[in-house]
T-cell receptor
Framework: DSGVTQTPKHLITATGQRVTLRCSPR?????VYWYQQSLDQGLQFLIQ???????AKGNILERFSAQQFPDLHSELNLSSLELGDSALYFC?????????????FGPGTRLTVL | DAKTTQPTSMDCAEGRAANLPCNHS???????VYWYRQIHSQGPQYIIH???NNETNEMASLIITEDRKSSTLILPHATLRDTAVYYC??????????FGTGTRLTVIP
C-alpha cells in the first residue's frame, strides 16, 4: 500500500460524457502527478501540481483538466470523452516539487468509454 | 524523450539473480538513474535510484558504470512476485519522469 488513494477504481461511461477522477496523496506529500496508461501509448505523464499550483504539463489534452485543492487532494476532469480515452489513470505523489524524490503511485482508475 | 534503452523482455529462474541492463549513453552530469517496476496493472513502484555510486536497498542493487552510460539493476534472489515490467529512467529532478516501454521480466519456477 503506497498511501495514495484513488477513486473510483473502475468507471464506465459513454462517449461525449464528462468524468472526474479523484486522488488523495500520501500524508505530507505536496506534489501530485497524473499519468495515463493505455495499451498503445504506455505510461504517459499528464500534469503535475505542487501545493495547489500547476507546475508541469505533459501530454495532456485540452479536454482534460486538473486541480489540486487546499487539502492537497487532486481531481482530474476528463470531458467530451472519446473511445481512445479508455485507459488506466494513475495518480502519484511525492514529498517535494523535485522528481529527485521517489513518486508513490496509487492503484489507478480504469476508465472505459463505450 | 526516450533517454534509455532496455531489452524488451527477459526471463530469470526463481531463486537466481535477475540482472536487468539499461543503456543511457546521453546521460548528463546532473541526471540520476531511477528504476521503477509495474506488476500487472498496478501502480508503478519505486525500486532504487543513484547518481554515480552503486546503491543497494532492501529490494535491489543498482550498479552504474564509471562512465555512467549504462547501469544494471540486480534483484539478488528473484521470486515469482518479481515478475513485472521494469522501467529505467533518467531524470535531472526538474523534468518529469519518462517511463518508456521497460523490460518485461518473467521469473520462471
Amino acid at each position: 500500500d503506497s498511501g495514495v488513494t484513488q477513486t473510483p477504481k473502475h468507471l464506465i461511461t459513454a462517449t461525449g460524457q464528462r468524468v472526474t477522477l479523484r486522488c488523495s496523496p500520501r500524508s505530507g506529500d505536496l506534489s501530485v502527478y497524473w499519468y495515463q496508461q493505455s495499451l498503445d501509448q504506455g505510461l504517459q505523464f499528464l500534469i503535475q501540481y505542487y501545493n495547489g499550483e500547476e507546475r508541469a504539463k505533459g501530454n495532456i489534452l485540452e479536454r482534460f483538466s486538473a486541480q489540486q485543492f487546499p487539502d492537497l487532494h487532486s481531481e482530474l476532469n476528463l470531458s467530451s470523452l472519446e473511445l481512445g480515452d479508455s485507459a488506466l489513470y494513475f495518480c502519484a505523489s511525492s514529498l517535494t516539487i523535485s522528481t529527485y524524490n521517489e513518486q508513490f503511485f496509487g492503484p489507478g482508475t480504469r476508465l472505459t468509454v463505450l | 524523450d526516450a533517454k534509455t534503452t532496455q531489452p524488451t523482455s527477459m526471463d530469470c529462474a526463481e531463486g537466481r539473480a535477475a540482472n536487468l541492463p539499461c543503456n543511457h549513453s546521453t546521460i548528463s552530469g546532473n541526471e540520476y538513474v531511477y528504476w521503477y517496476r509495474q506488476i500487472h496493472s498496478q501502480g508503478p513502484q519505486y525500486i532504487i535510484h543513484g547518481l554515480k555510486n552503486n546503491e543497494t536497498n532492501e529490494m535491489a542493487s543498482l550498479i552504474i558504470t564509471e562512465d555512467r552510460k549504462s547501469s544494471t539493476l540486480i534483484l539478488p534472489h528473484a521470486t515469482l512476485r518479481d515478475t513485472a515490467v521494469y522501467y529505467c529512467i533518467v531524470s535531472d529532478g526538474a523534468n518529469n519522469l519518462f517511463f518508456g516501454t521497460g523490460t518485461r521480466l518473467t521469473v520462471i519456477p
